[in-house]
């Protein structure tokens, strides 16, 4: 019985032995290969790391960083005094103390940097708007006086100039914001709810945000939107990119929105600067009306509706909700419910198109603006102004 147990277990020794020893040759074998490897994985161990996405900030706020001011301003504003508290027996009952001032001091902050050694700032134009005073606050301290040389509502944007006499500015370094991309990096630098000299990283979300769409109507501008955190205080602050260069001007936030955030391009301040450090005025053309984007769905749904007030071309265009008073589209005759199809030939669906056709043909220029006006269609003539109430 043993015998032919040891005579069946010898076939399955052989196997193993030829098994164990492959795996000896593949094992040394293969040695060289693993000790190359170990080799470099200690080379690499012992090599000291540049962690990137650590050190890129430091190196962006250190190059923009000094450049960038905390404005404060002061505004006086006179109040009407109710005629009772002027009254000879309120004063002699109450005294002189409880007569309330006619005059009220209202302080407010911002941000903004320095684009020229000779003094010139930018920043937003409701950082510095109606403001009696302003001053200028470097980040080593130093401290100036600012003059508000010109500011544009429209684009939100304003040159602040100090004197900085023989003293040496620094100054910072303007990107290109048409050369943007979704994904790049986004560095918004400031002092939000008076903390001075704050940096927060975020990135590009999205880039040729229009001003309506952003749900800020009153702005003539296509944001940059980023998700770097941006809170009152960081208004006309730079928005870095990871070079260190301004790409941007932080303007505004979502109050109904989590982590997002506007800024005006580079590129269009750069633009008006001149003409803000001037004094003069921007030009923005218009023709004066409210509207809203149109498609055959949306008139069909309209025009089906027994108490819709009008009935609309069943079309992709414009359709205007009111016609301004007294504006160019007034005299030119447009009406409330015209579907605007094509400007000069160029066939529009969005209002935004239009708006960027009237701002590229400038004031007193000629528009051909073909219309649907019920089911006629009809072209007439605007001709564009200066928009009304901007200085």
Not at 60 to 77: C, F, L, S, W
Not at 232 to 241: M, T
Not at 341 to 355: C, E, R, S
Request: with cysteine; aromatic share 4%.
């Amino acid at each position: 019985m043993k015998t032919m147990q040891l005579t069946n277990f010898l076939p399955s020794l052989r196997i193993y032995s030829i098994t164990l020893l492959l795996s000896v040759i593949l094992c040394f074998g293969g040695f060289p290969l693993l000790s190359s490897q170990a080799d470099t994985i200690t080379e690499l161990a012992q090599t000291p790391v540049s962690l990137t996405a650590d050190s890129f900030v430091a190196a962006a706020v250190a190059k923009t960083g000094p450049a960038v001011v905390r404005i404060d301003t002061e505004t006086v504003v006179t109040r009407q005094i109710d005629p009772f508290f002027d009254d000879p027996f309120f004063r002699d009952f109450f005294g002189q103390q409880f007569r309330p001032p006619r005059q009220q001091r209202i302080t407010g902050q911002g941000s903004g940097f320095i684009v020229d050694g000779s003094g010139i700032i930018l920043t937003n134009a409701h950082v510095v708007n109606s403001a009696d005073k302003v001053t200028v606050t470097l980040k080593d301290g130093r401290t100036f006086n600012g003059e508000v040389k010109g500011t544009d509502e429209v684009t939100d944007l304003a040159v602040v100039a100090i004197n900085p006499q023989s003293n040496s500015l620094p100054v910072a370094s303007l990107g290109d914001s048409s050369n943007l991309k979704v994904g790049d990096w986004a560095i918004a630098v400031g002092n939000p709810v008076g903390l001075d000299n704050t940096v927060t990283l975020g990135i590009i979300s999205t880039i040729g945000r229009s001003a309506a769409k952003a749900g800020i109507p009153d702005k003539r501008l296509d944001f940059i939107q980023t998700d770097a955190a941006i809170n009152p205080g960081n208004s006309g602050g730079p928005l870095l990119n990871s070079k260190g260069e301004v790409i941007g001007i932080n303007t505004a936030i979502r109050a109904d929105a989590m982590g997002i955030g506007f800024a005006i391009p580079i590129n269009k301040a750069k633009a008006l600067e001149k003409t803000l450090a001037s004094g003069q005025k921007v030009p923005h053309p218009y023709i004066g009306v409210q509207m809203i984007n149109l498609t055959p769905e949306i008139a069909r749904e309209n025009n089906s509706n027994p108490n819709s007030p009008i009935i609309v071309a069943e079309v992709d265009g414009i359709l205007v909700v009111q016609v301004v008073p007294n504006s160019p589209a007034e005299r030119a005759r447009l009406r409330r419910g015209d579907v605007i199809v094509a400007v000069n030939g160029q066939p529009v669906k969005d209002g935004t198109d239009l708006q960027k056709i009237v701002e590229n043909v400038g004031i007193n220029a000629s528009l051909r603006v073909k219309l649907y006006r019920g089911d006629r269609l009809l072209e007439l003539t605007v001709k564009t102004e200066q928009l009304q109430g901007v200085s």
